[in-house]
């Protein structure tokens, strides 16, 4: 199994960035934990703060892997472009926030990508990833 976590603009500041909001752990910790968790899962990562490198990845990965998990970080709240390419491609892909975007401002209330996805997780911090990861799982038997 193949499992693409594809994260967006500024969660590569994750541990540093907000950390009352995003707690304090890094996502390379995250990702360590995720590994040692699912030995028999291929897990790669990809970041990138540029939303035509999302969809590049995206369509690069999105007719080989069993599952991807996308952060789409404020690109969630503005991109038409990302719910397009989503809807374009073979794989599942699951929308993952660490924060419950609905206890945030309002403008967070809202996702562009929601409709495209196979489903949504939000609020649980970094096992936001991990429940993700069990969700693709299941979906493969």
Do not use: W
């Not at 390379?28 to 699912?38: G, I, K």
């Not at 080989?64 to 990302?82: P, Q, V």
Request: with cysteine; net charge negative.
């Amino acid at each position: 199994m193949r499992i693409e976590i594809i994260n967006g603009p500024n969660l590569n500041l994750l541990g540093m960035r907000e950390p009352g909001i995003y707690g304090s752990e890094s996502m390379e910790t995250c990702l360590s934990r995720l590994h040692e968790a699912y030995p028999d899962v291929e897990i790669n990562y990809y970041q990138s703060n540029v939303e035509g490198e999302l969809i590049n990845r995206m369509q690069q990965v999105g007719f080989c892997a069993d599952g991807i998990i996308l952060n789409a970080g404020a690109y969630t709240h503005t991109s038409i472009a990302l719910h397009d390419c989503i809807r374009s491609l073979k794989s599942p892909v699951i929308e993952v926030h660490i924060s419950n975007v609905h206890r945030r401002e309002e403008f967070r209330h809202h996702s562009m990508i929601s409709s495209a996805c196979h489903g949504v997780i939000c609020g649980f911090g970094l096992d936001s990833y991990r429940l993700a990861v069990e969700a693709i799982k299941g979906m493969q038997g």
